[in-house]
């Protein structure tokens, strides 16, 4: 009898890898660049020794924004995630702080280069906005967080790829 069960239980952790089915929510679909702004009009070293000086491309893309009228840009950080097909992802673009995080998941896809989403602004375990943004891969979204050291956070968001 011992020797029975034995040989069972030497089949069943033979097979048991095979056994495990695989989850597709956890397949990864793309990849999403979460980049944090600081804009102010007084000095930028409020934003302290972390902020980086902003690439002139950046700069023109953030300048363009109607509405938003600062003197100084720093990027704060950045955070390039995984998107998990069916299950809410996050990023800190603000290593090694987690005062600062956003939430997404996947709603739908439209072709190989739109995906809609849910997107979440978490500051301070608190969530500040919630919107259900349409991506395009490679363009980058811009939105006005909240005031921070006399300025002015902003998120920008982009697709850097999407898998067919």
């Not at 009009?41 to 020794?49: S, T």
């Not at 509405?67 to 603000?94: C, Q, V």
Request: net charge positive.
């Amino acid at each position: 009898m011992v020797m029975k069960i034995s040989i069972l239980y030497f089949i069943l952790c033979c097979l048991a890898p095979s056994l495990r089915a695989e989850d597709p929510g956890m397949k990864s679909i793309g990849a999403m660049n979460v980049q944090l702004f600081f804009a102010t009009n007084e000095d930028p070293a409020a934003a302290g020794g972390i902020a980086k000086v902003v690439s002139e491309t950046e700069l023109k893309n953030l300048r363009g924004i109607k509405g938003l009228d600062f003197e100084h840009y720093r990027l704060m950080g950045s955070d390039m995630p995984d998107i998990l097909k069916g299950y809410e992802n996050w990023a800190t673009p603000l290593l090694p702080s987690k005062e600062i995080l956003v939430s997404f998941q996947p709603i739908r896809k439209s072709g190989d280069r739109k995906l809609q989403m849910v997107l979440e602004y978490w500051q301070s375990k608190r969530k500040v906005f919630s919107v259900n943004p349409i991506l395009t891969k490679g363009k980058t979204l811009y939105f006005i967080g909240p005031e921070w050291r006399k300025g002015r956070l902003i998120l920008g968001v982009k697709i850097e790829k999407l898998n067919e």
